[in-house]
């Protein structure tokens, strides 16, 4: 009677229960159907959560196995990388931007992109999807293709995107240069932006800023130059310091910012090896002019510049005042144009690449240190709003912009301490210093007292405060574009009764005295009059800005 059992046992087939005898997993031929499908959920979850399980239980054991080794080396990569970032996130920033590593990193990316594919299709097959209910094959398929997008799709986008980071980082930074160090504790960056055709040569900066960062916290100032600035200093190491030892004196032509022409058409000899000469010499004449030394420059095409804002989702100010946006020039000696193509007004706004262009360009109705206040309040809104979230969403966008937009001296092997760097920075309070109206008279970049200009900075840079806006009151107070409580002359800081209000403390003209509410044909309306000076007085406060 036990031998009339035997053949039943062995069998394959389902027994009487309804259930197989066999293993269904890795033999699922006869299995119920309810079983096959929960068979192929299963297998699906196992590759994607563990990349080579499904196939050591239900496939070729030999290639699960080599592929859960590889799954294993990739997560202990992946804990060594979040070790890492919470003990030297700057190493790992730099072995993420690197030239070799970071090729590897695309590589090896590439690869497990495609050998986790090869799995899913590995375990579709062991799937057998003609053994399913013909109602539960589409939900399957769907499943699977679902998870080897989230997954295999995921490494490859990322390849893609660290691809894409790599080619800016090499088209933007110096493949190589000297190690960068702080001075007195500070990192100096000198941002200059001007507009640059396909002939770079006489290319002026018309924006000149310094953006000092404390190589510990973070806590960042922003010190702007008057492009009109004379008789600059040349730092004790500069070259050109040999052509002016008395500084950039020759007349009423060598302002500041028209040493870049100067030394890329007559004075290149003097840089051997340098890639960009006059923006070389230019640091050199803003370190020597505020007293410290400015180790890197980060140059800014201005008309790539709206590119970059658009890539970003645009930025987000409170304007203080009106900004037209000039027409063109129709009396060079007097510096007056035709009717305004438009106008930013003044309130809330979200800019894009055309308009933030205009805002931190235009200079009409108002003069020079106005814009100076508008670009400082653009650069403060760039960092605040280029947030983790905002730079995933958009990179491939940035990045590409970026490569049209930026030039700098900064070594790519030094990026990832600047990166953490600029991670401390953000979220404080930015300090703000100008060579001119509103921080000093309007008279003093014309015959500057450089001890004076060097004392304001040092103050302003030791300061305990310096990242926090708006914290100091009385002499010692630094006060911010777009206060009321006046100009600083020469001599020193203007006496002040109570702290300067903070540069977002302010109210934005949006109605004339009488209440009337300003509007682009009123303004429009007084140019066509000739009225220059009601359009001057009524958008006399479009300096006052303040990121949102």
């Known amino acids: 009677m036990s031998s009339s059992y035997a053949p039943t046992h062995r069998t394959d087939s389902p027994g009487q229960s309804g259930r197989p005898l066999g293993d269904p997993v890795r033999h699922p031929s006869g299995a119920p159907s309810p079983v096959l499908t929960k068979r192929a959920f299963v297998l699906i979850l196992m590759t994607l959560l563990v990349p080579g399980s499904a196939q050591i239980v239900a496939g070729n054991r030999r290639l699960g196995r080599a592929a859960l080794r590889v799954t294993l080396t990739v997560w202990a990569l992946a804990l060594l990388a979040v070790l890492l970032l919470l003990m030297s996130r700057s190493t790992l920033i730099n072995l993420l931007t690197g030239t070799v590593p970071s090729l590897l990193l695309v590589l090896g990316l590439g ?19 003609g053994l399913l209910a013909p109602r539960v094959r589409p939900a399957v398929v769907l499943a699977l293709v679902l998870a080897m997008i989230l997954s295999s799709g995921s490494l490859g986008y990322a390849a893609y995107l660290l691809n894409v980071s790599r080619d800016a980082i090499g088209s933007i930074f110096s493949g190589s240069g000297p190690t960068l160090e702080p001075s ?11 507009d640059a055709g396909a002939d770079r040569t006489g290319r002026r900066p018309d924006s000149l800023s310094v953006i000092s960062v404390d190589a510990k916290t973070g806590s960042t100032a922003i010190i702007s130059v008057p492009r009109n600035l004379q008789n600059a200093q040349f730092s004790a190491e500069s070259p050109m310091r040999q052509v ?27 840089y051997p090896g340098v890639a960009d000469p006059g923006a070389q010499a230019t640091l050199e004449a803003v370190s020597g002019t505020l007293g410290i030394k400015v180790q890197a420059y980060v140059l800014v095409d201005m008309d790539g510049f709206s590119k970059l804002i658009d890539a970003m989702g645009g930025i987000r100010i409170k304007a203080g005042g009106w900004v037209p946006i000039s027409g063109p020039m129709v009396d060079e000696a007097n510096g007056i144009h ?56 958009k990179f491939e966008d940035i990045a590409k912009a970026g490569t049209k937009v930026v030039e700098s001296n900064i ?7 600047f990166v953490d760097l600029a991670m401390k920075a953000k979220g404080q309070d930015v300090s703000r210093l100008t060579i001119g109206p509103p921080d000093f008279d309007a008279a003093f970049s014309t015959s500057p007292d450089f001890d004076v200009i060097h004392e304001r900075v040092a103050k302003l840079l ?16 630094v006060l911010q574009p777009g206060t009321a409580a006046g100009p600083l002359s020469a001599a020193g800081p203007a006496p002040a009764t109570e702290p300067p209000p903070a540069p977002s403390d302010f109210t934005p003209v949006t109605t004339t005295p009488d209440g009337e509410p300003i509007t682009e044909e009123m303004l429009n309306q007084f140019k066509r009059n000739g009225d220059e000076q009601s359009i001057r007085d009524l958008v006399a406060t479009n300096g006052q800005c303040a990121p949102l």
């Open 111 to 129: 690869c497990l992109a495609i050998g986790w594919a090869a799995l899913f299709l590995n375990t579709l097959r062991l799937i057998r999807p």
């Open 184 to 194: 007195e504790g500070r990192y100096n960056f000198l941002m200059m932006g001007g």
């Open 244 to 270: 002016y030892p008395e500084g950039y004196n020759c007349g009423d032509e060598c302002l500041i910012n028209a040493i870049n022409t100067e030394v890329t058409n007559q004075h290149q000899d003097l």
């Open 338 to 393: 035709g009717m305004p193509d438009g106008w930013i007004p003044a309130g809330d706004q979200t800019l894009d690449g055309f308009h933030a262009l205009w805002y931190g360009r235009s200079r009409e109705f108002v003069d020079d240190y106005a814009r100076i206040q508008r670009q400082q309040c653009v650069q403060q809104a760039m960092l605040k709003q280029l947030d983790p979230a905002t730079l995933l969403a």
């Open 411 to 417: 070594s790519s092997g030094q990026l990832g301490s």
């Open 462 to 477: 030791a300061s305990p405060s310096a990242g926090a806006a708006g914290d100091t009151a009385g002499d010692d107070a």
